[in-house]
């Protein structure tokens, strides 16, 4: 069994930064691709950043600048760091991963979320 827990989300005022994690656990084989996903209120859900295991990186050119992706391979952790934070950025932030749990099975898995809330 695999987990995805993300923290470091909260409240920030416009402007602020703040950092995200995302640490997987459990049954892993090897990691492929890690990322970031967002769902704002009414929204679909969209791509923040991808970053591969060798450490390719993938934005949405609307964020390109001001949030950033990186990786602890040793430590099976993602990270984003969001500078420069507008409301717009208000959203429910989810970590997703591409792992092998064995040398034939590969999945896809989420988090369970994390709240960011920018203040005007």
């Known amino acids: 069994q695999v987990q995805l827990v993300e923290s470091g989300g909260g409240l920030v005022q416009a402007g602020g930064s703040l950092s995200l994690s995302c640490a997987a656990s459990?049954?892993?084989?090897?990691?492929?691709?890690m990322g970031w996903y967002r769902q704002a209120p009414g929204k679909q859900r969209e791509l923040v950043a991808l970053?591969?295991?060798?450490?390719?990186?993938n934005y949405a050119d609307t964020l390109k600048g001001r949030f950033t992706i990186s990786r602890d391979n040793v430590k099976s952790t993602v990270y984003l760091q969001m500078n420069s934070l507008k409301p717009e950025d208000t959203a429910v932030y989810y970590c997703?991963?591409?792992?092998?749990?064995?040398?034939?099975?590969?999945?896809?898995?989420w988090g369970q979320g994390t709240q960011v809330t920018v203040s005007s």
């Open positions: 997703n991963a591409d792992i092998r749990v064995s040398i034939l099975v590969r999945s896809n898995f």
């Open positions: 970053i591969t295991s060798g450490g390719s990186t």
């Open positions: 459990g049954s892993i084989f090897s990691i492929n691709a």
